[in-house]
């Protein structure tokens, strides 16, 4: 499957923004669709899931603030952020796979990645 991520671009402290991810070219509903994200310097961080049964899971960094939701006739999954800090900043990257539950942040386990959009939360 192929994704492609969007929505991506620069918000004020506080500010919200939806990003989008795109599938192509695969069973979309028979994945786990996952947003990861990447600030300079740091390690990826697992930032959100959404499994085939709609059942989501969140970084505890996230928690309260972003809600990931998919589209299965759209073959797109969203990641709504709000009340954004500087710390959100980063590369955000959707990612495609069948992880199981224990594992769901491990990014090994994933299949697909799309390619990374720029979030900026200015301060």
């Known amino acids: 499957v192929q994704l492609q991520a969007s929505g991506g671009g620069l918000v004020q402290t506080g500010g919200s923004l939806r990003l989008s991810c795109e599938a192509s070219g695969g069973a979309f509903n028979t994945y786990t669709m996952s947003w990861f994200r990447q600030a300079p310097g740091k390690e990826r961080e697992f930032v959100a899931s959404?499994?085939?049964?709609?059942?989501?899971h969140y970084g505890d960094s996230v928690k309260g603030r972003f809600t990931i939701h998919r589209d299965n006739a759209k073959n797109t999954v969203y990641l709504q952020m709000t009340s954004l800090k500087p710390e959100d900043t980063a590369v955000y990257s959707c990612?495609?796979?069948?992880?199981?539950?224990?594992?769901?942040?491990?990014?090994?386990?994933?299949?697909?990645w799309g390619r990374g959009t720029l979030v900026t939360v200015s301060s």
């Open positions: 959404i499994r085939q049964t709609r059942t989501s």
């Open positions: 990612a495609a796979g069948r992880p199981i539950l224990s594992a769901i942040s491990n990014p090994a386990l994933y299949y697909s």
